[in-house]
């Protein structure tokens, strides 16, 4: 069965960390809906000043970070004792778990483009051990057709596996370029919330519906299948789908827990200093 268009959201323009300006997509409004994706930032700047500020050290419990960048270079640090960086075509897995103090700063570039997708953890897994991964650009497989070239970050399409494989939540994220008036379709498992995110360009994302543009997201209903026809413009889009925990969410900032007592606990160990785990 076709998946029909669920809804459209626009986002807004926030600032976040120390001042970044960002497009935030989704967030706690939309929790519902979105399940059990939790908030996803876009960003996309030739302006330094936009994200130079970066994010700073905060913490982080309960959730999994998903960072990928299309262009541009972000130095993370963590406490871990983990340092590094991403760029173009990179992504950045972070678990958090249990609890991790990190920060993220992005560096001046010719263009900051790319977004953070917020994952929930399952309750179970809520404090499992903290760790992260890069997944660096030449790591990511890519499928090539008459109608463009899909990128396959986690999950698998048509066969073929991405680096990214969700050790808790198995989700599926796709970076796909279309080509003018070119068709791609994709099959979902029918229990998977799924959503686009618009990079560039427009396309039409179910029958019968308009034109969607850029920097707008697509949540689809019940199905199995969707299929995207690329403007004359042609399209990139950012493809998700993971399965509903339809589980109760207790968020406070950076921390995502499933009741207020947690995140209580959670808030009072940042307080004692005792958030990291060893």
């Given at each position: 069965?076709?998946?029909?268009?669920?809804?459209?959201?626009?986002?807004?323009?926030?600032?976040?960390?120390?001042?970044?300006?960002?497009?935030?997509?989704?967030?706690?409004?939309?929790?519902?809906?979105?399940?059990?994706?939790?908030?996803?930032?876009?960003?996309?700047?030739?302006?330094?000043?936009?994200?130079?500020?970066?994010?700073?050290?905060?913490?982080?419990?309960?959730?999994?970070?998903?960072?990928?960048?299309?262009?541009?270079?972000?130095?993370?640090?963590?406490?871990?004792?983990?340092?590094?960086?991403?760029?173009?075509?990179?992504?950045?897995?972070?678990?958090?778990?249990?609890?991790?103090?990190h920060q993220e700063m992005p560096k001046e570039s010719p263009r900051m483009l790319g977004v953070q997708l917020w994952l929930n953890l399952p309750a179970k897994d809520k404090m499992t051990v903290p760790k992260y991964h890069d997944i660096r650009a030449e790591q990511v497989p890519a499928v090539e057709n008459d109608a463009g070239i899909t990128r396959v970050i986690a999950g698998s399409y048509k066969g073929t596996n991405g680096p990214g494989q969700g050790e808790y939540v198995p989700m599926t994220m796709l970076d796909v370029e279309l080509k003018p008036g070119s068709e791609w379709t994709c099959t979902t498992p029918t229990n998977h919330t799924v959503f686009l995110y618009v990079v560039r360009g427009a396309g039409s994302f179910a029958e019968q519906n308009g034109e969607v543009p850029e920097k707008h997201a697509v949540l689809y209903g019940k199905g199995d299948e969707f299929s995207v026809t690329a403007s004359e413009l042609g399209v990139r889009f950012l493809v998700f789908s993971g399965p509903e925990l339809n589980e109760p969410i207790a968020w406070g900032g950076p921390i995502v827990m499933n009741t207020r007592q947690e995140l209580q606990q959670a808030f009072l160990e940042l307080e004692q200093g005792t958030f990291v785990k060893d």
């Open positions: 069965m076709r998946r029909a268009i669920r809804k459209t959201v626009t986002g807004s323009t926030q600032y976040d960390g120390a001042g970044v300006r960002l497009v935030r997509v989704i967030s706690r409004p939309d929790v519902e809906e979105f399940d059990p994706f939790l908030m996803l930032d876009a960003f996309d700047s030739t302006d330094p000043a936009d994200y130079v500020k970066g994010f700073p050290w905060h913490p982080h419990r309960g959730i999994e970070t998903v960072t990928y960048l299309i262009e541009g270079t972000i130095e993370h640090q963590d406490s871990l004792g983990n340092r590094g960086s991403i760029d173009n075509g990179c992504c950045q897995w972070m678990t958090a778990g249990r609890g991790i103090l």
